[in-house]
């Protein structure tokens, strides 16, 4: 039988990280189904959906001691159902985007408005540059989520319009057909 299991590590980063967890799944006969990783500040973290066999998966859960005293990251490891066993209901895949000269309360204000309607944002990443050219910091906004046929667009357009005019952002959805 085969099980899945989400796996989450972070702390000081260095070279080699992500391989040692590579190596380390593939030693025990795990699949890497997907991962999301990045760098904050002088921070490494990632979480990852990793599958195998009922008895891998317990191997594993098993070894992850030595893992965490080799890398010195703090690790997390939690069972979870198959991608295709999660419960969604019927809905369309939405891309919503955002940007506006950084301040605090950006996500917020977008994820309020969202869970006020009782969408699930499946997928976010932000991030803040400096413009080179005016050395403003710019933030931006991208995440997934998904429109049930209940909430209606243009209700969701309006609220998320107003918050665009309160907070000075740019913001936009659409449908999507494709992730990539």
């Not at 979870?80 to 895949?93: C, L």
Request: proline share 4%; glycine share 8%.
């Amino acid at each position: 039988m085969r099980s899945f299991v989400v796996f989450t590590a972070t702390g000081s980063d260095r070279p080699g990280l992500a391989n040692e967890f590579f190596e380390f799944f593939t030693a025990r006969g795990m699949n890497i189904e997907r991962t999301r990783g990045c760098v904050l500040g002088n921070e490494f973290g990632m979480i990852i959906l990793t599958s195998g066999k009922t008895d891998d998966v317990e191997r594993l859960i098993n070894d992850v001691d030595g893992l965490r005293q080799r890398t010195g990251l703090e690790i997390h490891v939690r069972k979870t159902k198959a991608p295709s066993r999660r419960e969604v209901q019927p809905s369309i895949p939405y891309k919503l985007i955002a940007t506006s000269i950084d301040h605090p309360g950006i996500i917020h204000q977008i994820s309020k408005v969202l869970c006020r309607k009782g969408i699930n944002i499946d997928d976010i990443s932000t991030n803040v540059d400096s413009n080179p050219i005016t050395g403003t910091n710019v933030f931006s906004m991208s995440c997934y989520f998904y429109l049930p046929p209940t909430i209606g667009i243009f209700e969701l357009r309006k609220d998320l319009d107003h918050v665009s005019d309160q907070y000075n952002l740019d913001i936009r959805f659409d449908a999507v057909i494709h992730r990539l």
